[in-house]
């Protein structure tokens, strides 16, 4: 295989076809948001909490599919407004009696969910529901563009803003509830990126590939780095490597690959890769033991 | 700092309680308590398990709210630290020690402003503590005693005129504890107010001048000396034990502003007893059969 080959199958898709491009501009802006905060959601043990967030949303968008068809303002509308409520009920439902964040969010998320899929049922097919759940990656309109954009513009701008009171809500709630009142609307705020962040790959991307590119390249980078200045990005770099391996090895593959799907099995790839050889805390690094230090 | 302190609110430093009740489920962990604590005292809280020492800590930072009455600590909350008791701290956030130290810089410093001008003062403290050399440790590192030798080291950046500690020594060996206890008297000579909940009555004897020994209500409060009786402290082990489900509903009234000059002598120069003399008559190991005597 000469140079020139190599080129033409990486780099030619995006040359020769537009929808190649906007997909790869729509999950490198994805890349940047959603990893950092599914840092966060690992870090605080709360990654299980992003894929029931997906699901919460699900009655929004369908609600905004039912009134306006598949229309991306309808159905992101509908999705923030749905993750929204369930994401600040379940957190006044935690600040406000016994039931902890998982419990109280696992309640909320279960009866948005059933609320959705009943939504849908009433109108449209299996194939709506499809589309719904693996997305549409490869027709990226502008306005789904403009949103993914801005998506990741607000989340970085929000996070740079609310990092250090992250941080120290992440290790010590107590302590910051001691020094200051911001503990609360931080949590909400994360929360509503979260949402933010998995509404605006939901209509564009499918709910998996939403929650995978959050998740994964965040679970991913625990192998490769020590602290959040490392963290977060490795996880940023693991998830646009996936998006574009993704996106090739779907365009190249002789059967029909669904993108979406593609690019969250190639950063599952990139996670099992890492669990192996990973320098931190990797299964080769744990089995092969070096010899102790002196002190 | 006596006599100022009696009037109508509690100076700066002082903590005042009126008539202060807290507690779970309506159940009192700490039942009418009354008195101020002087500024620039050093106060241990002793009694048994469940006497409510750390109930009565936690009351005075505001983490939890009084089903009666009121405590006032300073001008404003904001002027407590508070070492709590099994701190909620997530060791394994891949956070340094410096960032942990760095924490207690919230006040001046804020969401937003830079630390790095700050890090001389952050080493400063972690020498103060013994930890020279630590400040780039991960959290998850530290020995139970350095770890909280780094906790001490965000008090001192706290700089807080009171200061709350909740069994500090627990599980701290003998040369960490006389570290962190010269910390302690350093605070005294400053003018801070430390209130300290401690099992060690040698430990008190030694280093706290006075004492209040709480068993749900003051039994005892004062010199040390004078208030770490024999008696005072089977009295303290009799009165804790009870938590009565069908416990009648308290018709305490609050008439305890007979006392205006209450607690305001510091150092021993007047007996705190007053709570003790008033419960007297119903003292005897059921503490909330009081409710007959008094309406």
Request: charged fraction near 15%; charge should be neutral; aromatic fraction near 6%.
């Amino acid at each position: 295989m000469t140079l020139a080959d190599l080129t033409d199958i990486l780099v030619g898709p995006f040359v020769e076809f537009g929808f190649m491009r906007r997909a790869l501009a729509g999950c490198l802006a994805l890349s940047l948001s959603a990893p950092p905060l599914g840092v966060f959601l690992m870090l605080r043990r709360m990654s299980l909490m992003s894929e029931a967030m997906s699901h919460a949303i699900l009655p929004g968008a369908a609600a905004g599919f039912l009134v306006a068809g598949l229309s991306l303002p309808a159905m992101t509308l509908g999705g923030l407004v749905a993750g929204l409520a369930v994401a600040l009920a379940a957190g006044l439902v935690t600040r406000s009696t016994v039931l902890k964040e998982d419990a109280s969010l696992a309640a909320f998320y279960l009866i948005s969910l059933a609320g959705g899929v009943f939504l849908v049922s009433l109108r449209g097919s299996q194939v709506d529901l499809l589309h719904i759940l693996f997305g549409t990656v490869l027709a990226l309109d502008d306005d789904a563009l403009t949103l993914l954009g801005g998506i990741a513009s607000l989340t970085l701008v929000a996070l740079a803003l609310l990092y250090r009171p992250l941080v120290i809500e992440c290790v010590d709630p107590l302590f910051l509830r001691t020094v200051s009142r911001a503990g609360g609307p931080v949590h909400s705020a994360f929360l509503a990126l979260v949402v933010v962040n998995l509404v605006g790959g939901f209509q564009a991307l499918g709910t998996l590939l939403a929650v995978g590119l959050m998740l994964l390249p965040a679970i991913t980078a625990r192998f490769w780095a020590a602290d959040l200045s490392g963290l977060i990005p490795v996880a940023m770099l693991v998830s646009m490597l996936s998006s574009v391996t993704g996106l090739l090895v779907s365009y190249h593959a002789g059967i029909r690959l669904p993108t979406g799907p593609a690019i969250v099995l190639a950063a599952g790839a990139l996670y099992l890769v890492s669990m192996v050889v990973g320098p931190r805390g990797g299964l080769i690094h744990r089995l092969v033991r070096r010899r102790h230090l002196e002190a | 700092m006596s006599g100022a302190v009696s009037g109508g609110t509690a100076g700066a430093g002082a903590i005042r309680f009126r008539s202060l009740t807290l507690g779970y489920d309506r159940h009192p962990a700490v039942h009418h308590l009354d008195g101020i604590i002087a500024a620039g005292d050093l106060l241990a809280v002793v009694g048994p398990n469940g006497a409510g020492k750390s109930t009565l800590l936690k009351g005075i930072v505001g983490e939890i709210r009084p089903l009666d009455g009121t405590v006032e600590a300073g001008p404003r909350s904001g002027a407590v630290a508070y070492l709590p008791q099994a701190a909620e701290i997530d060791r394994s956030f891949p956070l340094s020690v410096l960032d942990l130290v760095a924490m207690g810089l919230w006040r001046p410093l804020g969401a937003w402003r830079s630390l790095t001008r700050q890090r001389a003062r952050l080493i400063e403290a972690l020498a103060a503590v013994g930890l020279t050399g630590f400040e780039d440790r991960p959290i998850g590192t530290l020995s139970g005693g350095q770890f909280q030798r780094a906790l001490f080291a965000r008090l001192i950046l706290q700089d807080a005129r009171i200061i709350l500690l909740d069994e500090p020594f627990t599980g701290i060996d003998e040369r960490t504890t006389g570290d962190l206890l010269a910390l302690i008297r350093g605070w005294h000579r400053e003018g801070r107010t430390v209130v300290a909940a401690l099992h060690d009555l040698s430990q008190v004897r030694a280093h706290f001048p006075s004492t209040l020994v709480l068993a749900r209500r003051p039994i005892a409060w004062g010199p040390t000396r004078e208030v770490l009786t024999p008696s005072v402290l089977a009295r303290a082990l009799r009165l804790s034990e009870a938590w009565d489900e069908a416990a009648a509903i308290c018709r305490h009234e609050t008439h305890h502003e007979a006392h205006p000059t209450d607690g305001a002598g510091a150092d021993g120069t007047h007996d705190h007893g007053h709570g003790d003399d008033h419960h007297d008559h119903h003292g005897h190991g059921h503490a909330h059969a009081h409710h007959g005597a008094v309406s």
